[in-house]
């Protein structure tokens, strides 16, 4: 009788895995991050990340990692973009990570560098047309999803969706701006002003959800028109240590509060965990800019996109991922919706892992 063969983990591995996966999940989570008394100052962003995480997690779509299991110490956030330069929409992706749990992925992605001859090479998006680099993508996203602690938050906004921070009206670009000035936050060209706010309130957004005071905090950033050089990243970062005010609770203290950028850190750990947003959000708009443009619901997307979009489908033991879209309602006014990717075919090796919140 021919021996049959077996996929995915065996039982042993699935109760670690399940045992692992409920010891880093955030039981009975307090998700109110918006304080009742600052309730005029939040912007429309900020209500609707709000508003879509509580309504993500009472249907039992959204299981959010415990960042202090382990004795985390650090929170580390790593975010990157897309649609600047074409497309239909801006994308902005979040992860959100336990710093102190990272070593057992920095670890593997030393190996996987080696086994698929990356060197050094950054992996990113526009360089999936490298062969080497769309090799090394499977074992690069399946590792994130067994061995990364955190959150992958991706934000979706139609281009038609001027700001998310007034009325929808190109005067509003400039009034930020000017804000941004009088309070000595350096000078700002309208649209990267814009930009500016929504990426620092995200951010900031995040770390008053899964942060805990006494803990250190980092964020890394893509070294764009928000981060092109030192003098305006420090700007960033002085407007991210006060706008973290608006989303904790006044008694909340972070002994080290930080970040860095891609000019600065070279350090390849650093940006394996930042090639996670960059790809995340890059497949996502690629994606949706395909769809708004193609007359069959079959097309083709960039060779290693594929792979990106259905690892979103899925979340990891420890890993959950969540992609929220901002687009103008019919009726004037947004309309929001959570973009859930689904697998035509599940694959023969996936395992379900329970986690009880």
């Known amino acids: 009788m021919k021996e049959q063969k077996h996929f995915g983990p065996t039982p042993e591995q699935v109760r670690f895995l399940i045992e692992f996966a409920n010891k880093l999940a955030w039981k009975n989570p307090d998700l109110k991050v918006l304080r009742d008394e600052l309730k005029s100052e939040y912007s429309e962003l900020a209500n609707i990340l709000q508003d879509m995480i ?58 996987i560098r080696s086994s698929f001859d990356l060197g050094e090479k950054e992996i990113a998006f526009k360089d999936f047309r490298m062969g080497q680099m769309r090799r090394a993508l499977p074992d690069y996203l399946k590792t994130a999803n067994l061995l990364l602690h955190g959150f992958l938050l991706t934000v979706v906004i139609d281009k038609r969706v001027m700001t998310v921070f007034g009325r929808n009206e190109k005067e509003t670009l400039s009034e930020l701006s000017e804000i941004l000035k009088e309070n000595g936050l350096g000078n700002w060209k309208p649209g990267s002003a814009e930009k500016l706010l929504r990426v620092v309130h995200a951010v900031a957004f995040l770390v008053g959800l899964l942060a ?8 890394m950033s893509d070294n764009d028109t928000i981060c092109a050089n030192e003098d305006v990243h420090r700007r960033a970062l002085e407007l991210f240590a006060r706008a973290v005010g608006l989303y ?35 497949s996502v708009e690629h994606y949706l800019t395909k769809k708004n443009t193609a007359d069959t619901v079959d097309f083709e997307v960039k060779g290693g996109s594929d792979s990106v979009l259905q ?22 006014g947004l309309e929001t919706a959570n973009l859930e990717f689904k697998l035509i075919e599940e694959p023969l090796d996936a395992t379900f892992i329970p986690v009880v919140i």
């Open 54 to 111: 509580l309504k993500s997690h009472a249907r039992g779509k959204l299981v959010l990692p415990d960042l202090t299991a382990f004795g985390n110490e650090t929170v580390a956030v790593f975010s990157d973009y897309a649609g600047e330069s074409s497309g239909d929409y801006h994308t902005y992706s979040y992860l959100v990570c336990g710093w102190n749990t990272c070593g057992p992925f920095l670890k593997r992605m030393k190996d």
């Open 311 to 332: 690892w979103l489908a899925h979340d990891g033991p420890s890993l959950s991922k969540m992609t929220i879209i901002i687009r103008p309602h019919d009726a004037g």
């Open 248 to 282: 904790t609770d006044p008694e909340c203290k972070f002994p080290v509060f930080g970040g860095a950028a891609p000019f600065k850190e070279r350090g390849l750990g650093h940006l394996d965990l930042l090639s996670i947003a960059d790809i995340t959000a890059s």
């Open 212 to 219: 805990e005071s006494g803990q250190k905090i980092f964020w």
